[in-house]
C-alpha cells in the first residue's frame, strides 16, 4: 500500500513538471534538438558537430576555413535554416491561432482552416498575385490578412442568429457549415483568378498546396515576429480566454469586457494565420490538432496551453517538413501531408464532439 502511493505521489509529480515551466524548457530543447537534426538531414548530409560549426559561422559572419566548412555554412545556414526557421514559425503560428479560436469560439472544431480563415488569405495573396504586386514586401500578407479577416466576419455572422459579428448564440454545427460554405465559394474564385492568371498559375498554386520550398530569411524573420507578438498578446489576455471558457455571462460577471477582449483576439489569431498563408500557402488542420493534442496534458488552463501548444505546433511542423523534404524520394506539398493526417483526425473529433453534444 506505502509503495502503490508513492508510485501516485510519483506520476503527480511527473505531471506537474510536465505541465510546469519544466514542461516547456524541455519542449524548447526538444525544438532546438528538432532545428539541429533538420539542418543536418538532406540530399547533403551533416555531422552534428559541423551543423554547430556552420551555425557559428552563419551567426557570427566568418567563412568556414576550409572548403567542406564553407561548403556546410553556406548549405545550412543559407539554403536550410530559413526554411527551417519558417516552418517552425508557421507551425507555432498556426497551432497558437487555433487554440485562441477554439477557446474564444467555445468550438472544439475551429481553427483556420475549418472555419475557413486559410482559404480566405490565400484568396487575399492570390488577389495580389494576380495583379502583379507580390514584388512588394507587405501587400502579400496584407491583402491576405484583409481577405482572412473578412472571411471570418462572414463565417461567424452567417453563423450567428442575430447576424452578430461576435459569438453570441453561435452554434457548432453552424459555424463549421458557414466556414465549409464560404470556403467553397472562395475555392471557386480561387479557380476563376488560375484560370487568368496564365503564366502566374503555377504561383497561385503554390499557395493551395502549401510548401517552404522557397522561403528566405525575410520570410522566417517577418513570420517569427509576427508569430512572437501575437502569443504575447494571446499570453497577455490568458485569463480573460479562461473566463470567456466559462461563457460570455460569467465572463462578463468577472470584469470582461467581452466584446472589446473578443474582437481583439479574433482580429490577432487572424493576422498570425494570414501571414503564415501568405508565407507558406495553405497548410490545413495544425490549428485544429495541435491544441487538442497538448491541452490532453496541460489541461484547459490558456496560462499553460499556449506555450505549450506554440513549441508542439513548431516541433510538428518542422517535422513533417523535414519528412518531405529530406525522407520521402520526392517531396510532397506540406499542405498535402498534413491534409491527409489531419482529415480521419477531424474525422474523429468531429464525431466525438456529436456524441458529446447528443448525450
Not at 514559425?89 to 468550438?107: C, W
Request: glycine share 10%.
Amino acid at each position: 500500500m506505502h509503495t502503490v502511493t508513492e508510485q501516485l505521489k510519483k506520476s503527480k509529480t511527473s505531471l506537474a513538471f510536465v505541465k510546469g515551466s519544466g514542461g516547456v524548457l524541455c519542449l524548447c530543447a526538444l525544438l532546438f534538438g528538432a532545428v539541429l537534426l533538420s539542418a543536418r538531414m538532406g540530399f547533403v548530409e551533416f555531422s552534428f558537430g559541423e551543423v554547430l560549426t556552420a551555425l557559428w559561422h552563419g551567426a557570427t559572419g566568418a567563412e568556414g576555413q576550409n572548403l567542406a566548412a564553407e561548403t556546410a555554412r553556406v548549405m545550412v545556414w543559407e539554403v536550410r535554416l530559413p526554411r527551417i526557421l519558417t516552418a517552425a514559425a508557421a507551425g507555432a503560428g498556426l497551432a497558437v491561432a487555433g487554440a485562441v479560436y477554439q477557446n474564444i469560439l467555445l468550438n472544439p472544431l475551429a481553427d483556420p482552416y475549418t472555419l475557413g480563415v486559410s482559404s480566405g488569405a490565400a484568396f487575399g495573396a492570390a488577389v495580389a498575385l494576380l495583379f502583379g504586386m507580390g514584388k512588394a514586401v507587405l501587400s502579400v500578407p496584407l491583402f491576405a490578412f484583409g481577405g482572412a479577416i473578412l472571411t471570418l466576419f462572414i463565417v461567424i455572422a452567417m453563423a450567428s442568429p442575430s447576424g452578430r459579428l461576435l459569438r453570441c448564440g453561435i452554434d457548432s454545427s453552424n459555424l463549421i457549415l458557414s466556414g465549409i460554405m464560404v470556403s467553397a465559394i472562395l475555392s471557386a474564385g480561387l479557380s476563376f483568378m488560375k484560370y487568368l492568371a496564365d503564366e502566374q498559375v503555377s504561383v497561385i498554386i503554390f499557395w493551395l498546396m502549401g510548401s517552404f520550398a522557397a522561403a528566405t530569411w525575410q520570410d522566417a524573420i517577418i513570420l517569427s515576429g509576427v508569430t512572437a507578438a501575437g502569443f504575447l498578446l494571446f499570453l497577455f489576455y490568458a485569463r480573460d480566454l479562461n473566463l470567456l471558457a466559462l461563457g460570455e455571462k460569467s465572463a462578463r460577471s468577472l470584469g470582461v469586457d467581452t466584446s472589446k477582449t473578443v474582437f481583439i483576439l479574433l482580429v490577432a489569431a487572424s493576422l498570425v494565420a494570414a501571414v503564415c498563408v501568405a508565407v507558406s500557402g495553405i497548410i490545413g488542420f495544425v490549428g485544429l490538432l495541435v491544441p487538442h493534442m497538448v491541452r490532453f496534458v496541460t489541461g484547459p488552463d490558456s496560462r499553460k496551453l499556449l506555450p505549450a501548444t506554440l513549441i508542439v505546433g513548431a516541433i510538428l511542423l518542422l517535422f513533417a517538413d523535414t519528412v518531405t523534404r529530406a525522407v520521402l524520394p520526392y517531396e510532397v506539398p506540406i499542405g498535402v501531408l498534413t491534409a491527409l493526417i489531419g482529415g480521419p483526425v477531424f474525422c474523429v473529433i468531429f464525431r466525438k464532439s456529436r456524441m458529446g453534444g447528443g448525450a
